[in-house]
């Protein structure tokens, strides 16, 4: 935490007396906490925010101020840095720190000091440097007050003593090393929900929005959903565990892994992961699979190395070194210049011999050091304080060249480590890649009486044999743990996260079981965090587990998360981060579209942005009716595809007939014909036949409710929490389309006295 300044920092709670002696603690918090409120309303994050929404600063601070979670988090948070500031007792002076009694003796020496060298040269200075010397005075006074102040607190701080216009010690704070923790991970997302919950609510039938903003992406792309911040405690957890992520497809499993890559889900305190995100094969070996992940592992490693080293080529370093030598050498050689010249004109003639001279009497101790600054004209005590200002500035060079060459040797075993490890990740990665052969041999020949001849040739050849499926998984069990360790030791990253993508793509569930109970020998390796995304299905396996049921997921897997699509609040959030300014009709209809689900949230917010650049200010019917006729376009050629699949009957060529007639149609009335028409004898037809009726004819009359509901005539007033069904129809109606296609008729049926909505 940087020093706080007067004029930066003035609290309402320090002139608090009664707070402070009847609940020290609550006191000290809120203290501790509108000192921390303070800077994160000066970051710029939170300052645009507040003026793009129109907020006042003030009632942010009052809201967090109020917040009980973030104050008693706060307090958790002065507990873990240690930092005690004990309420002072009803004494008139207080015992103070050793700590504190060195800044009052360094202080008062300063003082001091000042006020012997302005007594000594007083009577030799002109006036002009008399006066110069006074405001000096004022200035070492103010100083010296404004140290103890800060620096001794208890020599101020008093029962019941109310103080205006100060700021509070750091040590009264008391969060110590925990200062940029409360700022990162407690105000700032405290403030954000305060932004969040007070944003400015648009309404209105035009699509109008600001640009899109690109720096908001990040932190837009994954909304705060009670499934990310479970997410976000396993990763900060300390053991190893392997964890799968469910959900349909769609939900954002894969968004979330690539957030771990780019540092959401971890804490600000820690350092950021590192993660092996790897795609699950459709056809596999599993040894093969193994040794991919193996591979990914040491190429991500030695690229995680290559950007915390700071080794370069021996050549680079050494131009380096000899420029920065030369540029040192340089401005040194300047200073020493500036500085002989100032002493040759102020002593009037070659200063040097005399100068050596007074330092052997001083240091013999014929002259004293009071002595040297008494009876000397002006010039030559300024030529003196030249002098001095040059030895100490050649003592200060010599001490920081020391202790940078300390710090190079520090972090050139630091290298040489990093080097080594290097090597080591390299070797495992050319053992995977290349099967290495090893050939030696010896031969001789002894000549014998008789013109006879003996020989003997012997050769060894070792070719070095592929490794086991079990010896595979140790191999990189070992590795990763060496990772894990290594990385840690050396502050490079906070542990390794291994993620395994795209497990739906294995579409049997037997063969994606098989798949798990193959790789799981490679999970809870020490430091190592592991995530699979897995399908439904592997949900239900293992929920299933207090009915007696253990399968391959419920033995692999420690936890099971599940994601699910987004709530209405949190796709208006979604969308309002994304298109700043946007209203809230636009907003209610991607949701509806989208069903929640992330990806198509997505789709329809780019549709919209792409429609808006193309026409200006369109209305909302206007682009209800784009994004509705693109969806019936891609899903009518998707259900006459699956119609011409199956056997030929009048049945089929009915339906083919009605669903040939839904492109080009676009009037709400007319859609909602024809899904009446599609269901029709969905129940008496064969089944696949009644499944695509049901399905076609759900879908038709969705996107029927669906341009009826947002139409130009939409108020502010009918944005209820009702419309949320529609998107629970879009979720449903692909796994159970009749009873989707009862909930749309539920809803029309319910829908205030309007004719669009009958």
């Known amino acids: 935490m940087s020093d706080l300044q007067p004029d930066e920092y003035e609290s309402d709670l320090l002139r608090d007396g009664r707070g402070f002696v009847e609940d020290f603690d609550t006191w000290s918090s809120l203290l501790a906490l509108e000192a921390v409120l303070d800077e994160a309303l000066t970051e710029p994050e939170i300052a645009a925010g507040l003026r793009r929404e129109g907020l006042r600063a003030e009632d942010a601070r009052t809201a967090v101020l109020g917040d009980v979670t973030a104050l008693a988090r706060i307090r958790m948070e002065r507990e873990r840095a240690g930092v005690v500031f004990e ?9 103070v720190t050793v700590r504190e009694a060195g800044w009052l003796l360094v202080t008062c020496a300063l003082l001091v000091g000042y006020l012997r060298i ?24 103010g100083m010296a007050v404004l140290v103890i102040g800060r620096r001794v607190p208890r020599l101020f701080v008093t029962e019941g003593w109310q103080r205006t216009g100060e700021w509070a010690h750091p040590e009264m704070i008391g969060l110590g090393d925990r200062w940029e923790f409360a700022l990162r991970e407690i105000v700032l997302p405290a403030l954000r929900g305060h932004l969040r919950d007070h944003r400015r609510i648009r309404s209105g039938v035009n699509l109008v929005f600001e640009d899109p903003d690109a720096s908001a992406e990040l932190e837009a792309s994954l909304v705060r959903t009670a499934a990310v911040k479970r997410l976000r405690r396993i990763v900060d957890r300390a053991d190893s565990v392997a964890v799968a992520l469910a959900g349909h497809r769609g939900t954002g499993k894969t968004t979330s892994i690539r957030s771990l890559e780019q540092g959401l889900l971890s804490r600000s305190d820690r350092a950021a992961p590192l993660v092996v995100v790897a795609s699950a094969p459709a056809a596999y070996e599993a040894r093969d699979f193994v040794l991919h992940l193996h591979a990914l ?12 080293s700071r080794t370069v080529s021996g050549r680079l370093r050494r131009r380096r070194m000899l420029g920065r030598s030369l540029r040192k050498a340089s401005a040194f050689l300047v200073f020493w210049g500036v500085a002989a010249s100032a002493v040759w004109l102020l002593w009037g003639g070659a200063p040097w011999r005399d100068l050596w001279t007074l330092a052997l009497d001083v240091v013999n101790g014929r002259v004293t050091p009071q002595q040297v600054w008494t009876g000397q004209p002006t010039a030559k005590l300024l030529a003196l304080g030249v ?3 040059f030895l100490l500035r050649l003592v200060s060079g010599v001490v920081a060249t020391g202790i940078a060459a300390v710090r190079f040797l520090v972090a050139r075993r630091r290298d040489l480590r990093l080097a080594g490890f290097r090597r080591l990740t390299e070797q495992q990665l050319d053992r995977i890649r290349f099967l290495q052969t090893y050939t030696t041999g010896w031969s001789g020949k002894l000549s014998m009486p008789l013109k006879g001849e003996a020989g003997r040739t012997w050769s060894t050849q070792r070719a070095e044999q592929q490794l086991t499926h079990p010896e595979v998984v140790d191999k990189f069990r070992e590795f990763a743990e060496e990772v894990a360790r290594r990385l840690d030791a050396e502050r490079i990253a906070g542990r390794v996260v291994i993620a395994i993508d795209e ?6 569930p037997d063969k994606a079981h098989q798949f798990i109970n193959d790789v ?7 430091g190592c965090l592991f995530f699979v995304s897995v399908s439904d299905d592997a949900v239900l396996g293992f929920e299933q587990r207090g009915l007696g049921v253990r399968d391959a997921f419920d033995s692999a897997f420690s936890e099971m998360v599940r994601l699910e699509p987004f709530t209405l609040d949190e796709s208006r959030l979604w969308i309002a981060l994304r298109l700043r300014g946007i209203s809230e009709q636009f907003c209610y209809l991607a949701h509806c579209l989208s069903g929640g689900l992330p990806r198509d949230l997505k789709r329809c917010a780019t549709e919209m942005v792409d429609l808006a650049n193309e026409v200006y200010q369109p209305s909302l019917e206007i682009v209800a009716r784009s994004l509705v006729t693109g969806e019936l376009a891609g899903k009518a050629r998707a ?26 149609t676009e009037e709400p009335e007319a859609l909602a014909a024809i899904a009446e028409r599609l269901v029709a004898g969905g129940d008496t037809d064969a089944a696949a036949i009644s499944d695509l009726r049901w399905h076609s004819g759900c879908f038709v009359l969705f996107c029927a409710t669906v341009l009826e509901v947002f139409d130009d005539t939409l108020t502010a007033d009918r944005l209820t929490p009702r419309l949320h069904g529609l998107a629970v129809v879009r979720q449903r109606m692909a796994m159970h389309p009749k009873q989707a296609w009862d909930d749309l008729v539920k809803f029309r049926d319910e829908a205030p006295s309007q004719p669009s909505y009958r």
């Not at 040491?298 to 190395?305: E, G, H, Q, R, S």
């Not at 259900?639 to 080009?664: C, K, M, N, Q």
Request: hydrophobic share 45%.
């Open 87 to 95: 309420r002072p007792r009803r004494l008139p002076f207080r015992r």
């Open 118 to 141: 302005l007594q000594l040269t007083w009577s030799s200075m002109p006036l002009p440097f008399q006066l110069v010397g006074v405001l000096g005075l004022g200035g070492v006074i």
């Open 297 to 308: 592992l040491c190429k991500t490693v030695l690229a995680k190395i290559s950007t915390g």
């Open 387 to 389: 002098v001095s200002l």
């Open 503 to 508: 497990l739906d793509k294995i579409g049997e």
């Open 520 to 526: 799981k020998g490679v999970f809870d390796v020490p």
């Open 639 to 664: 259900f006459i595809a699956t119609a011409a699949t199956l056997d030929r009957s009048p049945e089929l060529v009915a339906l083919t007939t009605e669903l040939l007639g839904i492109p080009g």
